[in-house]
């Protein structure tokens, strides 16, 4: 697939530099120095629960609107909103929860309302063969169970300990995670008995066991997405938006495990 992945720390300055090489083009359309087409570049900002989804459906938009390249900076919400908020160039914000898009909406920095397009719930992972015996939310605070939780700054960390404190549990992780890739990793890799990440992420990952929990419905996270005041392709952004909340995007969110409509 044409789509491009932009990760980490460096993603501020492959932007950046990105932007500086770009045409200026208000219309999302221009044409090369030959008098064809030039290539548009979207650059999507996404919460890292999103990145399956959002790379399948990035190569369907490309391939339907040729010339189009979509660029992705999936990390955890808050390190997205953080680099919005600091002038990283970017179209699209697609949040992992409402909380993190409004502080970038209240900044001044959307044009227009975020719009929810879909939701996910927590599941706890267990390696295949649940060396802890893990079954329930419960076992959790059993101090003998190696726990892996995001950092409460981003949403599924935020979501972790909304459910945890409506079961009245206290639960003491060996590690805290920057986004949700990285507590599913300590799961995969059997360094954890068990992490709190998303549905969609275990569903995914094909190298755990998913444990649902009653509790997980109280702290379900809904994902808004925005075009941004400063988007280069506004056009092509708001394209972007609508494709992803369109009934053939949908079919992809359910099949990952989302909850769409």
Known sequence: MASRLITGAAAGLV??????????????????????????????????????TFEELGGR?????????????????????????????ADVFA???????????????????????????????????NPAGVGSLSDLADSSVKVALCAEEVPCG?????????ADLEVTPVSRERDVKAALTKAELGEVDA????RTD????????GI???????????????????????GLAREWTEFVRSDGAAEVFDDAGFTTG
């Open 15 to 52: 932007l950046a530099a990105a932007a500086a090489c770009a045409p200026v083009d208000g219309s999302d359309g221009s044409a090369g120095s030959g008098g064809g087409r030039a290539e548009r570049t979207l650059t999507v900002f996404a919460a890292a629960s999103l990145t399956g």
């Open 61 to 89: 938009f490309e391939r339907e609107r040729p010339g189009t390249r979509v660029e992705f900076n999936f990390a955890g919400s808050s390190e997205l909103a953080n680099q919005i908020a600091e002038g990283a160039p």
């Open 95 to 129: 949040s992992a929860d409402t909380h993190t898009m409004d502080t970038v909406a209240d900044d001044g920095l959307t044009a227009g309302d975020p719009v929810v397009f879909v939701r996910n719930t927590l599941r706890i992972a267990v390696p295949p063969d």
């Open 158 to 166: 935020a979501a972790a300990a909304e459910v945890l404190e409506a």
């Open 195 to 198: 992490a709190l990440v998303y």
């Open 202 to 209: 275990v569903r995914a990952s094909g190298r755990v066991e």
């Open 212 to 234: 649902a929990f009653p509790e997980a419905e109280q702290a379900a996270n809904d994902y808004p997405i925005a075009v941004l005041d400063d988007a280069a392709r506004p």
